[in-house]
């Protein structure tokens, strides 16, 4: 069971927007501590998609965003197209364990 | 851009000693960033094992603490994983990463280990 909760899966359309949550604790999360977020493509290493909460690394496009409140932080993509098929997860640090903690990560299907 | 390069055996025998190692290219493993190592088990989420500062400082996962040793070698600009007394559980797919301010911004390719007979 990991620390950050997340969906096992989210679908949608090409065209539409997902959001995908990462649920965590006053020990993480709501600790203020920030949550990056990773795409990981079939058969590929993960990749930084969002830091810091809601900042996007050079080169991910302006269809990510990434948002937090209190417990909680959220990963929305617009416009979705077949090539975000992928798992995401999210990070954040967790002061009880002393530890990077991720969420179990979330399967994206694009219909 | 940073580049890294796991490399080691991708089987070592149970009760065994797992050594990575990742190869940096593209900056010095002296900067301003943590060296990290993450790893996946087969179709399982991603666990942080632990990281290294060049000084020499390291953080380790509580729950791998005793078995993990993280080093540095600034003469080869590569940091290493030695991870002891394997077993089946330690299978996985372990990937180096770096950090520079926030997030893990560049990953190895990531190299499978199979802990087995």
């Known amino acids: 069971q990991s620390v950050l909760t997340q969906p096992p899966s989210v679908s949608g359309a090409p065209g539409q927007r997902v959001t995908i949550s990462c649920t965590g604790s006053n020990s993480n999360i709501g600790a203020r501590y920030e949550v990056h977020w990773y795409q990981q493509l079939p058969g590929t290493a993960p990749k930084l998609l969002i830091y810091g909460n809601t900042n996007r690394p050079s080169g991910v496009p302006d269809r990510f965003s990434g948002s937090k409140s209190g417990t909680s932080a959220s990963l929305a993509i617009t416009g979705l197209q077949a090539g975000d098929e992928a798992d995401y997860y999210c990070q954040s640090y967790d002061s009880s364990l002393s530890r990077w903690v991720f969420g179990g990560g979330t399967k994206l299907t694009v219909l | 851009q940073v580049q890294l390069q796991e490399s080691g055996p991708g089987l070592v025998k149970p009760s065994g000693t797992l050594s990575l190692t990742c190869a940096v290219s593209g900056d010095s493993i002296s900067g301003n960033n943590w060296w990290i190592w993450v790893r996946q088990s087969p179709g399982k989420g991603l666990e942080w094992i632990g990281e290294?500062?060049?000084?020499?400082?390291?953080n380790y996962n509580p729950s791998l603490k005793r078995r993990v040793t993280i080093s540095v070698d600034k003469t080869k600009n590569q940091f290493s994983l030695n991870l002891t007394s394997v077993t089946a559980a330690d299978t996985a797919v372990y990937y180096c990463?770096?950090?520079?301010?926030?997030?893990?911004?560049?990953w190895g390719q990531g190299t499978l280990v199979t802990v087995s007979s």
């Open positions: 290294i500062y060049h000084t020499g400082r390291t």
């Open positions: 990463a770096t950090m520079a301010v926030a997030g893990f911004d560049y």
